[in-house]
């Protein structure tokens, strides 16, 4: 088995290239009306009732009706938006959401018409920083579509989405320095190389723990899906939006999913890698199987992401930012030193169980911080007791209580009399 390296890049002919960027473009377009039947049936079958089934047999083609559906819809522009802002925010939301795939290995070495070419677009050697980059740029389409749409809780959703990308990208961030740190690079072939022995969710599990509940947050769905929030704010950003310009906002949620899905599979399941007990049978790692365990992997966090929406309630929204702010922010730099002891020891050859100890001693000491915490929060909320006296009872300042009247309105006497 051979793993494709930065040198493998860059010697496509222009028309496999092409090739490759209209298969991505399939696979995530097809992954997403996928996924939303997926989605819609689990909710059902988890909420005790029906999902979709009268288009096609089994519900299958409701998708692509409401796709059509949507298509066919008269495109309203409110007065009073600001039009060129308001028809390319969807685009900004979409157009980066596709692009980050493009640094996503999908596989190893196949040959295509007698060209050995690797199942990935392209690779750079700060790969994980570009897809961080580029995803961050898909917060402005929300912001503007928020902001152009001329109304108010159109704007609040925007400004709830930019505070939350902040909040929750830095965690996310903060997450892969480990993997860097155990990996010695940042491209996503070389990170998926570097897991040929060991999984990274096995050795850095809190990383990959703050990664997941990152990613929920990212983008924006529940029970982080403040910016939409259609209890508070009648549908959020996309509130003033219609037709394919709605659908396209629907698309770049489920593509975002399928990009951080992918990513959670490079960076700490490795990879495309054939799982246990796969991975013993000989060729599971080669030619076309990859492709099928990366799609898995994939779907096993789409998944998650169902599941989490049919089981929790949405957070405050005090809640989800002390959460980023708080929790995962200090959790994921504690982490780091961590992770920089252990690995700068096992370079200097210091045995497994010194690492498991500084491991231990960090977790324990985590353990007794938060405990201390939650200690002097207790001693520092007062406690009230409501007397048992009743003449202490009777002393409190009760306000006075107006008394019904005595009599009746003279119109109403008067009709009863008559």
């Known amino acids: 088995m051979t793993y494709p390296t930065l040198d493998s890049f860059g010697h496509d002919p222009w028309w496999l290239m092409l090739a490759k960027c209209l298969a991505i473009f399939v696979f995530l377009l097809l992954t997403v009306l996928v996924a939303i039947l997926v989605e819609r049936k689990v909710l059902g079958r988890m ?7 009268r288009v096609g047999p089994f519900g299958l083609l409701q998708s692509l009706a409401d796709g059509i559906k949507l298509a066919l819809k008269e495109g309203l522009i409110p007065a009073g938006v600001d039009k060129p802002i308001y028809l390319m925010a969807p685009v900004i939301s979409v157009i980066p959401a596709i692009m980050a795939f493009a640094v996503i290995p999908m596989g190893g070495e196949v040959s295509v018409f007698g060209h050995t070419t690797a199942l990935q677009l392209t690779d750079l050697p700060v790969a994980v920083l570009y897809v961080l980059a580029v995803t961050s740029i898909g917060v402005y389409g929300i912001v503007l579509a928020g902001w152009a749409s001329g109304s108010t809780y159109p704007l609040l959703g925007g ?31 070389g990170i998926v190389a570097a897991q040929h022995s060991t999984w990274f969710v096995v050795l850095l599990l809190p990383s990959f723990l703050i990664y997941v509940t990152s990613m929920v947050g990212e983008t924006n769905r529940a029970p982080f899906d403040l910016p939409e929030a259609e209890g508070e704010l009648v549908g959020g950003f996309h509130t003033e939006y219609s037709s394919l310009k709605f659908a396209m906002f629907m698309l770049a949620e489920y593509v975002n999913m399928t990009t951080v899905s992918a990513l959670a599979a490079t960076m700490f399941l490795g990879g495309w890698q054939a799982p246990l007990p796969f991975s013993l049978i000989e060729g599971a790692n080669t030619g076309w199987w990859p492709l099928l365990w990366f799609i898995a992997k994939v779907w ?56 498991a100890a500084v491991s231990g001693a960090a977790i324990a000491a985590l353990a007794i911080v938060v405990m201390i915490r939650r200690a002097v929060r207790r001693r ?39």
């Open 47 to 53: 909420q005790m009732r029906f999902g979709p089934n």
């Open 159 to 189: 400004l709830r989405s930019s505070a939350q990308v902040v909040s929750y990208e830095i965690a996310m961030a903060l997450s892969f320095v480990a993997v860097f740190l155990y990996a010695g690079t940042m491209s996503t072939s």
């Open 300 to 355: 096993g966090f789409l998944f998650l992401f169902m599941w989490l929406r049919a089981t929790l309630p949405r957070m405050r929204y005090d809640q989800f930012m002390t959460l980023g702010w708080k929790v995962l922010i200090p959790l994921s730099l504690g982490w780091i030193v961590v992770v920089s002891v252990t690995k700068t020891l096992r370079n200097q050859g210091a045995p497994a169980w010194t690492t």
């Open 380 to 418: 520092a909320i007062p406690h009230f007791t409501l007397p048992t006296d009743p003449e202490a009872v009777s002393s409190f300042p009760i306000p006075p209580i107006p008394s019904p009247p005595r009599t009746q309105p003279k119109e109403y006497s008067d009709v009863q009399g008559r």
